[in-house]
């Protein structure tokens, strides 16, 4: 009997073969498909091409492809210099395959995140505890196997605080995949849904199919469904319809990044759900990990969209192209939604409300003070 996709790991290492091991999303639903990584190159096309994708997702990868490749550069490091040399050589290279990685995607801030924490790890054990090259890899191993399990802490505990918000029976609208299969588990948006399910609450969902890229139906309504939950999968301009006929109860959507004024960058179209939530006076939440509040950006303004090649609007999906030749065609990946049309964000330290500014700063405080608590 084949296996259900919620059984497979989203991103997985395999040390023994130096590989970082993925579901290829772009094949799902209908191919199952599970590739391993190993080169700079490999790790970079899987992070642009989608292969991998959701902002946790994207990090985990991120960061066991740092790892796997610093145990490349390790092979090639003159062992007849002094330590120290040793580990300014190693640095350079790893500094160089950092920003490489670096590059893949621009909008989604656990990306750099996860890479900066990486590095910190390797400075740390290399230049401030002056271990050996080999020590400071260990260490690079601990730390990104680390970055995958709490990404399965956060997303629950995200669940947690999302359910508090809704009630046995709701409708619950989402746009695009902030699902499992992009975490480490159990997704942000979807965490409430799939602890609801554990617990009966016979939520009804409503996923947006998400163009161009189709994450909603390929992905959501796919996991969602596998999962034995209530979904029905609705074209993106049909998100109105369906609040005016009173259908839902809250809009749970992921977050690519989110500035410090609360303003938040998601997959195209989230800003379009927001507006016509306010309207029909549905709360509308942005389930976001702390590792995607980005306090170095002031407002939505300052982050980075990423625009993508026409041939996702115009002919891919299609058996033949659907749109005319030399058409100027606009492809935006994500859109900012403002933060006055966002009723909370919900974190892993809680759920921040208006004024973002202020509530997402406690939140900083409250995960500094839980770090500290843990050293
Ligand atoms: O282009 P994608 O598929 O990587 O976009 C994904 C999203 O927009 C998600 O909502 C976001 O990354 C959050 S995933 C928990």
Redesign the pocket.
């Known amino acids: 009997m084949s296996k259900n996709i919620m059984e497979y790991e989203t991103v997985d290492l395999d040390d023994h073969d130096s590989s970082v091991v993925i579901i290829d999303q772009t094949k799902l639903p209908g191919t199952t498909e599970i590739i391993r990584l190993h080169t700079a190159q490999e790790i970079w096309d899987a992070i642009y091409l989608?292969k991998v994708?959701?902002?946790?997702?994207?990090g985990v990868a991120a960061a066991f492809g740092i790892y796997v490749l610093s145990k490349e550069i390790l092979k090639n490091i003159n062992f007849e210099q002094e330590q120290e040399k040793a580990f300014a050589e190693f640095y350079e290279k790893f500094s160089e395959q950092k920003e490489y990685l670096n590059s893949s995607?621009p909008t989604?801030v656990n990306l750099s995140w996860a890479l900066n924490r990486m590095e910190t790890i390797c400075l740390k054990a290399g230049k401030e505890e002056k271990k050996s090259v080999e020590e400071v890899v260990e260490a690079l191993h601990r730390e990104a196997i680390a970055i995958k399990e709490e990404d399965i802490w956060v997303c629950k505990t995200i669940g947690e605080f999302g359910l508090s918000l809704v009630k046995p029976g709701d409708g619950i609208l989402t746009?695009?995949?902030?699902?499992q299969l992009?975490?480490s588990k159990y997704?942000?948006?979807t965490a409430p849904i799939y602890l609801g399910q554990e617990r009966g609450y016979n939520f009804h969902v409503f996923a947006d199919e998400t163009r161009p890229?189709l994450?909603g139906a390929r992905l959501t309504a796919y996991e969602l469904h596998s999962s034995g939950v209530d979904v029905t999968l609705i074209c993106d301009n049909m998100s109105a319809m369906v609040m005016k006929n009173g259908w839902v109860n809250a809009v749970f959507?992921?977050?690519?990044r989110v500035a410090a004024n609360g303003d938040a960058a998601?997959?195209i179209g989230?800003s379009v759900v927001a507006t016509v939530a306010k309207r029909y006076g549905v709360p509308f939440y942005v389930?976001a990990p702390t590792s995607?509040i980005d306090y170095d950006t002031p407002t939505g303004a300052e982050i980075k969209i990423e625009q993508r090649p026409a041939g996702e609007v115009t002919e891919m999906w299609y058996k033949e192209r659907m749109a005319p030749e030399g058409v100027k065609v606009f492809n935006p990946?994500?859109d900012v939604t403002d933060n006055d049309l966002i009723t909370a964000i919900v974190t892993e330290y809680g759920i921040a409300r208006a004024p973002f500014k202020e509530s997402l700063e406690e939140i900083r405080k409250q995960k500094q003070e839980a770090k500290a608590e843990k050293e």
Do not use: E, M, S, Y
């Open positions: 989608l994708r959701g902002a946790p997702a994207i995607r989604a746009h695009c995949n902030a699902g992009a975490t997704g942000t948006a890229l994450q959507v992921g977050c690519d998601n997959k989230t389930c995607t990946a994500f």
